[in-house]
């Protein structure tokens, strides 16, 4: 099984924790699989790993067919879809579960501790053992 860490905005991740956004959508394709890790930092002003979820599937779909059937577990109004989705044909979906909200936040400056040369990823990393976060991750 793989870990990796992935960049949501605070709203987006509020809708996960509270189990309504059941899909995070990303406009490029994901090299994840069912099973894996997903920790999930909440960018600023929270700026921290704020919750741990479990991939449920990872699969790339026209993007009219994502909205029409997969817009309830989004929290996104169409046009806010619209505007991500930039005319792209394509979009990867990442169903999660088994969300978990962290007890004690990991934040930036405490990762940045670990490794001076963290900085939030754009799109997703993966998290390998040989890196610095990994065994803090674990024991969470």
């Not at 920790?39 to 993007?63: C, E, H, L, M, R």
Request: glycine residues 2%; neutral net charge.
């Amino acid at each position: 099984m793989t870990a990796a860490l992935i960049s949501i905005h605070p709203r987006h991740v509020k809708n996960i924790i509270d189990g309504c956004k059941t899909i995070e959508l990303r406009s490029r394709t994901v090299r994840l699989n069912e099973g894996d890790t997903l920790w999930i930092y909440s960018t600023k002003p929270t700026g921290a790993i704020v919750a741990v979820a479990t991939i449920d599937f990872v699969f790339a779909q026209n993007s009219e067919s994502i909205w029409k059937n997969y817009s309830d577990n989004l929290c996104i109004s169409r046009s806010e879809y619209l505007d991500y989705c930039d005319d792209r044909s394509v979009m990867t979906l990442i169903g999660l579960k088994n969300v978990r909200k962290i007890q004690s936040l990991l934040t930036l400056e405490q990762i940045r501790d670990l490794d001076s040369e963290f900085t939030p990823p754009q799109f997703y990393s993966k998290i390998t053992p040989d890196k610095k976060i990994y065994h803090t991750l674990e024991n969470l």
